[in-house]
């Protein structure tokens, strides 16, 4: 605990705003006494309340509602944000009858996705999404990855002035010419630079303020990726840039095809030397492909926390696991979509889509051969092959 405290004082300190120099006894005094007044001033003059950063989360399931949490914690204390953050919630009718919306803005918290847990004063929860994100010029997505076009497609045109995203989207899509990261989707759909945020994140724990790191992912200024950094560490969630968006966004994307293998070990109680063998053969896969898609994925990457231990985490606690452990325990005979809609209260399962879109990839490419853990796990996800099967290939050395 002692070292945690340490290296989060050193990197607060090294990303906190500059102290304001001296200014007159009445500059001070009204400081004193208008805390908001007091946010706006640095150095010698106030902040322009035109000049600072507004922020709008794109999304309110489990994992962006911690997201809004983590950003609001940090907006409303940091002198170049505005207070304000806008989330957008797509729009839902509660059992008693009241909209998702309402509820939020009236209780501060998502009762569907994030019971229990305060959001902060300062989210605002918005169902139109082109007014969520209208005067933003920062901007967080963070939904099911199978959306994202379709959000983009409604924000073509929308988008305006000097603005940054950030993508904690785990997914990709697979089109014609080859596979688009939602980072690259955004990017080319909205005409933004885009960032992407990665690692060993179980959003519940987070919630609860749990210690937990992060990555982001950058390419090009490291000074965006500071911003961010900025925006979303807390004493509970440290959060670390590297210069790699494709391998981290990658790591993020198939550590999800590789839990849903350790949920079929556990579902057929193989043990943990089964479960530990199919981590490091899904870990070698990962590095694989991601370095086959672009060369220019750093090796470090995987030992972030977007790599080696967000596939820790996510094989022994995500809900890609659990619902493919329920999978195999029913011997195939259940679908994916049924146990979706029993255990999972609304949130989307990441894992079976992209395995499919990945053996889509690699299928096209004719790596298949070379793949035989992510290939196997879509053809046991489709029925082709029996749960069984996940142990049931040669490795083949790449």
Not at 101 to 114: A, F, G, P
């Amino acid at each position: 605990m002692r070292l945690r405290s340490f290296f989060f004082s050193i990197f607060s300190f090294s990303h906190s705003p500059s102290l304001p120099s001296s200014s007159s006894r009445f500059s001070s005094l009204s400081a004193a006494m208008s805390p908001a007044l007091e946010k706006s001033r640095q150095g010698n003059g106030e902040c322009n309340e035109v000049s600072k950063s507004k922020v709008t989360v794109v999304g309110s399931g489990n994992w962006g509602s911690v997201a809004a949490k983590l950003i609001a914690s940090n907006a409303i204390k940091l002198p170049s944000f505005h207070d304000e953050v806008r989330m957008w919630v797509f729009e839902e009718v509660l059992p008693n009858g009241e909209k998702l919306t309402d509820v939020i803005n009236k209780t501060n918290e998502n009762v569907k996705y994030l019971p229990g847990i305060k959001l902060g004063r300062n989210v605002v929860a918005d169902p139109d999404l082109e007014n969520a994100v209208k005067e933003a010029n920062m901007l967080v997505f963070v939904t099911p990855h199978q959306f994202m076009d379709g959000i983009c497609k409604k924000l073509d045109g929308k988008i305006t002035g000097d603005v940054e995203a950030i993508s904690l989207v785990k997914g990709m899509e697979v089109k014609k010419e080859g596979p688009c990261m939602i980072s690259s989707l955004i990017s080319k759909q909205l005409g933004i630079n885009c960032c992407v945020l990665m690692g060993a994140n179980i959003a519940n724990e987070i919630a609860v303020e749990k210690f937990s790191e992060a990555t982001v992912g950058y390419r090009g200024s490291r000074e965006i990726a500071d911003t961010w950094v900025q925006l979303f560490s807390t004493p509970y969630f440290m959060v670390t840039p590297v210069h790699d968006v494709e391998g981290v966004e990658l790591c993020g994307t198939l550590k999800n095809v590789v839990a849903i293998a350790a949920g079929f070990v556990d579902g057929l109680e193989m043990g943990n030397n089964t479960k530990a063998a199919i981590m490091r053969i899904g870990l070698r896969e990962m590095k694989a492909l991601s370095k086959l898609l672009f060369p220019s994925v750093k090796d470090s990457t995987f030992f972030e926390s977007c790599g080696v231990a967000d596939v820790i985490t996510t094989c022994l606690g995500g809900r890609n696991r659990r619902v493919a452990e329920a999978f195999a325990k029913s011997g195939g005979k259940r679908s994916f979509d049924e146990l979706e809609a029993e255990m999972l209260q609304g949130q989307k399962l990441q894992g079976v889509s992209t395995a499919k879109e990945v053996y889509e990839v690699l299928n096209h490419c004719g790596w298949l051969e070379m793949f035989p853990l992510f290939s196997t796990v879509h053809q046991i996800c489709t029925g082709r092959l029996q749960p069984e099967a996940i142990v049931q290939y040669r490795e083949n050395k790449l």
